[in-house]
């Protein structure tokens, strides 16, 4: 049976296709260096190649594939420094939609914060690590959708997008989740206790455990 923590089939053809690549890179069913076939990836997902074609350029621009001239599509290589510059400009914006979410208050939130994290245990104690990626995802959301700043947080999205293959690899590990779970259980204390700034820095701390996990990991 599906998993209820799951997204629905988007309504186009389009964004089914792009969401269905995104989650192929993601779960590492799509590898980095692997090239990418447009003929191949019609035929698998039962679409024409315009979709594949568009969800590639889309990707590109994400920065989950390269294209090169004469050779195609491929999926991006795994590189530690694309890592830490993403997590670098997160950090900047994250840090002022926390401060503005908390700014503006709303016990809402802070019950919003506390599903999420539980959906993430719950995902976690199902081995279910796709269902685990989006619950985390929506947890850390929920800090910057409640911020009211919809530019930065279309800036925010495109930064998550460009580094889920980064995650699966983090996710692998069992200690690594363990660990998700507990830094998460500090935000919601930080931010029950209304403390902008331990929130930030939580997160900056939780980021930063990610990145030399994940540097000990690409270095094998």
Do not use: C
Request: proline share 5%; no cysteine; aromatic share 4%.
């Amino acid at each position: 049976m599906p998993s209820p923590l799951r997204n629905q089939r988007p309504p186009t053809v389009p964004a089914f296709v792009l969401g269905e690549l995104r989650r192929l890179i993601a779960v590492g069913e799509l590898i980095p260096g692997q090239p990418l076939r447009q003929e191949d990836l019609a035929e698998r997902l039962g679409v024409s190649r315009v979709p594949v074609r568009e969800a590639l350029n889309t990707l590109e621009s994400e920065g989950h594939v390269v294209h090169e001239p004469h050779y195609g599509y491929r999926v991006t290589e795994l590189s530690l420094a694309d890592l830490l510059e993403v997590y670098r400009l997160r950090q900047l914006l994250e840090a002022e939609a926390v401060r503005a979410t908390i700014a503006r208050g709303g016990e809402r939130v802070l019950v919003d914060l506390r599903a999420a994290g539980k959906v993430v245990e719950q995902a976690n104690a199902a081995s279910d690590l796709l269902a685990m990626h989006e619950a985390n995802r929506r947890f850390h959301f929920v800090l910057v959708t409640s911020a009211g700043l919809p530019r930065l947080e279309r800036i925010l999205r495109a930064l998550w997008d460009s580094t889920e293959a980064y995650r699966r690899l983090y996710y692998q590990e069992p200690g690594n989740r363990a660990r998700v779970e507990g830094e998460h259980a500090g935000i919601v204390d930080a931010f029950a206790a209304g403390d902008a700034e331990l929130v930030i820095r939580l997160l900056d701390e939780h980021r930063g455990h990610t990145a030399t996990a994940l540097g000990a990991l690409l270095e094998r």
